[in-house]
T-cell receptor, first 112, second 115 residues
Framework: SQQGEEDPQALSIQEGENATMNCSYK?????LQWYRQNSGRGLVHLIL?????REKHSGRLRVTLDTSKKSSSLLITASRAADTASYFC????????????FGQGTELSVKP | GAGVSQTPSNKVTEKGKYVELRCDPI?????LYWYRQSLGQGPEFLIY????????DSGLPNDRFFAVRPEGSVSTLKIQRTERGDSAVYLC?????????????FGSGTRLTVV
């Protein structure tokens, strides 16, 4: 079973707009990670936020974490057509040896 | 190697046959993970190794699935008596330090189709 739920399931925006994806989870975590997947194959690690962090930036990516609400959001600013992909959040839970549990993903489409 | 390598990239097999899927992780990565992903779903955890031993195999769906990592590097996922429901993309990932908050590096996956 999946740990997290993501919304929206699908998001379609125009180039230059910002895209926000949300992730909720159920149990206490060590950290939460976001991954990107093109064409249903290998996933690429984007960013990791630890449980004691509230916000983190990497280039055009901004991630927030609210452990009291057990939720996270990923913001992609100034989106590009090349950002079109599926985005997944994954949680690293306590005492699980680094095993990640993935959400269902958000399918992002950025139109030129 | 430079990345995680999975072979074959595609495998078509008949129902009831045995298949082996191979994963070659990044050199020196002690943790290796297998996931399965069905269309439109997130990756589902199967098993993970620390070194040669399976630290957590709680995600293996039944006893037809088995995985090994005899020398602590290459891993093989073995599926016996394949069923059509086993069709999915099988993903392998590795990381240097299990449980230390380091992101995974994924391979490109093996797309298994059981006909």
């Amino acid at each position: 079973s999946q740990q997290g739920e993501e919304d929206p399931q699908a998001l379609s925006i125009q180039e230059g707009e910002n895209a926000t994806m949300n992730c909720s989870y159920k149990t206490s975590i060590n950290n939460l990670q976001w991954y990107r997947q093109n064409s249903g194959r290998g996933l690429v690690h984007l960013i990791l936020i630890r449980s004691n962090e509230r916000e983190k930036h990497s280039g055009r990516l901004r991630v927030t974490l609210d452990t009291s609400k057990k939720s996270s959001s990923l913001l992609i600013t100034a989106s590009r057509a090349a950002d079109t992909a599926s985005y997944f959040c994954a949680t690293d839970r306590y005492n699980q040896g680094g095993k990640l549990i993935f959400g269902q993903g958000t399918e992002l489409s950025v139109k030129p | 190697g430079a990345g995680v390598s999975q072979t074959p990239s595609n495998k078509v097999t008949e129902k009831g046959k045995y298949v082996e899927l191979r994963c070659d992780p990044i050199s020196g990565h002690t943790a290796l993970y297998w996931y399965r992903q069905s269309l439109g779903q997130g990756p589902e955890f199967l098993i993970y190794f620390q070194g040669t031993g399976a630290a957590d195999d709680s995600g293996l769906p039944n006893d037809r699935f088995f995985a090994v990592r005899p020398e602590g590097s290459v891993s093989t996922l073995k599926i016996q008596r394949t069923e059509r429901g086993d069709s999915a993309v099988y993903l392998c990932a590795s990381s240097p330090y299990p449980g230390q908050g380091v992101g995974y590096t994924f391979g490109s996956g093996t797309r298994l189709t059981v006909v």
